[in-house]
């Protein structure tokens, strides 16, 4: 059970790591005029965004197995 816990709590703090700077990224997105830029801020965002869901899924399922 411990172990559960533990990697419950990283993929968690991975994953909201991830959901606080992609918004960060967008910002910077909309900010900037350099269309070489752009297109490298939306290949972080995108390669962040899928980070995020492969994170997710763990961490869901983990939390609902310590729910029970």
Known sequence: ???IKALHIIA???WFAGL????????NL???KNPEANV???GMADRLFRFMTILAVPAVVLGLTLAR
């Open 30 to 32: 909309a900010d900037e």
């Open 12 to 14: 968690m703090v991975a």
């Open 40 to 42: 490298r801020l939306l």
């Open 20 to 27: 606080f700077y992609l918004p960060r990224i967008f910002v």
């Open 1 to 3: 059970m411990p172990w």
